[in-house]
């Protein structure tokens, strides 16, 4: 249905939870549910299709048993993924929930390392996802995220997802043409934009360095306007899908309203 209902309001891309968002366990995919997907994939013509983890999963974590449980969950939704012909699939890189970050992305390296692993017979790609920096969590800088791109094997399994609302919140200035140049030079500089596989276009309830995750409708925010046109137009992403994370309602009319936009 993720399928369909992006369909009926014209998407090109979407992005979907491969299961529920806030389980951690999941029955296995039935063989006639992977073929009404495969199926709906046809019908729709919709793609690419990215994933998304469950909000559970927390792979920096200091407490043996919930990192664990995040990376037997990593590995779940991940063959999952390989199930249904998805190929990106996009993760927060977690908390340090307290032990310092340095100790934080050793773990998140060592979560990564294990699940890749685990899922060494599929071609999954994880996208390490920028964050806003909210509270303990690791990502909210460019250097973290080339340090796990270093430091977790196989590499070429892993990429990343730039979140607009995440990365002005952590202190990214991209809102005029100057600076939105200098921001993907760095970006570029320490993580090669050759990493980037997905965006998420989302404008932001708070300004630059709040550090503060609060999604809000496409030039309602304090990103505005003029990012978002850089960003549509700008050929070095012509090939990287552009996806809303922004609130919506039961009958999609903001997600209607923003893709219009976008577009436009």
Not at 94 to 120: C, D
């Amino acid at each position: 249905m993720a399928l369909v209902r992006g369909h009926s309001i014209n998407c090109d891309a979407i992005q979907m939870f491969v299961c529920s968002p806030n389980r951690w366990a999941s029955r296995e995919l039935t063989e006639e549910e992977i073929t009404d997907f495969q199926r709906a994939k046809e019908e729709t013509g919709i793609s690419p299709i990215v994933a998304h983890s469950s909000y559970l999963i927390n792979l920096g974590s200091p407490h043996e048993e919930l990192w664990q449980k995040s990376v037997n969950a990593l590995v779940g939704q991940l063959r999952r993924c390989q199930q249904l012909g998805i190929k990106d699939f996009v993760l927060h890189p977690g908390s340090h929930s307290g032990s310092g970050e340095a100790e934080g992305l050793e773990r998140v390296a060592a979560g990564l390392s294990a699940a890749l692993e685990a899922t060494s017979d599929t071609s999954v790609v994880i996208l390490l996802e920028t964050t806003a920096g909210q509270g303990t969590s690791l990502g909210y800088k460019f250097e973290h995220l080339a340090w796990l791109l270093g430091h977790a094997e196989p590499s070429e399994r892993l990429g990343i997802c730039l979140d607009t609302a995440h990365v002005l919140a952590a202190g990214y200035e991209f809102r005029q043409s100057e600076s939105y140049r200098a921001m993907w030079a760095d970006f570029d500089a320490i993580i090669g934009l050759d990493r980037l596989r997905a965006i998420h276009l989302n404008d932001s309830k708070r300004d630059l360095g709040s550090r503060v995750d609060r999604h809000e409708q496409i030039g309602q925010g304090f990103i505005g306007l003029e990012a978002f046109r850089l960003l549509v137009n700008d050929p070095r992403l012509r090939h990287v899908p552009m996806l809303l994370e922004t609130p919506i309602s039961s009958d999609m009319h903001e997600g209607i309203e923003n893709l219009a936009l976008l577009r436009s």
